[in-house]
Each structure stands twice: as structure tokens, then as C-alpha cells.
């Protein structure tokens, strides 16, 4: 089983930033395998796909609409993936979810789809105020 806590969200005024973290664990889960995915669903929207990292921290992908303003990144020795969000805006208000692919090991990816992604956070509210 894998067990993945998403932290760091909050409330926050447009321009600000906000960093989370997402630890995972898991008896049989090895975190420095598998690539690592954000994603975001806003109130009566779908989830959609926000960054991913690979297994190394190699290759990093990111949605149009967060390009130059996030960053994804993860340390393999803390078994922990973050997404630094700066010059936040109001349409970046969602619940963030971290993923992770256990399909593929060492995989470079991107994994850009929910499907492709097989264990979930619980996710962590960010609210950005105008």
C-alpha cells in the first residue's frame, strides 16, 4: 500500500506564494522509482493535471497555465515531492493532489492524465484571494 499526505496549503492574496510538500510512504513503496504528479480540481471543475517530475528529478513537465510561475521538485532522501507556487492568482484556487505512477519504474515520462497515475493524496486546499 502507498500512503501519500499533501501539506503547505492555506489561504493567500494574488501575487503571493505558497509551497507543498507530499510525503509518501508505503511498506512496499519505493518513492525514488516513480514519478511524481500534481494536479488541481476547482469547485465544479475537473481535475486537472498541474506538474509532474520524474523519478530522478531529471525531467519536469508543466501545464501551460503554470509555466514560469511553478516549480516542481522532490528529494529522494526524504521521500518527499514539492510544487513552489509564486505570483499566485485567483484562478489558482483548488484542492492540489500529489500522485504517484507505480507502473512504470524509473520512468521519465511526463504522465500528464489522471489515468496514468495509480495512488492519490488526500489533497490540500489553496485559496488566492484578489
Known amino acids: 500500500q502507498v500512503q501519500l499526505v499533501e501539506s503547505g496549503g492555506g489561504s493567500v492574496q494574488a501575487g503571493g506564494s505558497l509551497r507543498l510538500s507530499c510525503a509518501g510512504s508505503?511498506?512496499?513503496?519505493?518513492?525514488?522509482?516513480?514519478?511524481m504528479g500534481w494536479f488541481r480540481q476547482a469547485p465544479g471543475k475537473e481535475r486537472e493535471f498541474v506538474a509532474t517530475?520524474?523519478?530522478?528529478?531529471?525531467?519536469?513537465y508543466y501545464t501551460d497555465s503554470v509555466k514560469g510561475r511553478f516549480t516542481i521538485s522532490r528529494d529522494n532522501a526524504k521521500n518527499t515531492v514539492y510544487l513552489q507556487m509564486n505570483s499566485l492568482k485567483p484562478e489558482d484556487t483548488a484542492v492540489y493532489y500529489c500522485?504517484?505512477?507505480?507502473?512504470?519504474?524509473?520512468?521519465?515520462?511526463?504522465?500528464?492524465?489522471?489515468?496514468?497515475?495509480?495512488?492519490w493524496g488526500q489533497g490540500t486546499q489553496v485559496t488566492v484571494s484578489s
Open positions: 500522485a504517484t505512477n507505480t507502473r512504470a519504474r524509473y520512468s521519465r515520462g511526463p504522465y500528464v492524465t489522471a489515468l496514468e497515475y495509480t495512488y
Open positions: 517530475i520524474s523519478w530522478n528529478g531529471g525531467s519536469t
Open positions: 508505503g511498506r512496499t513503496f519505493t518513492f525514488n522509482m516513480y514519478a
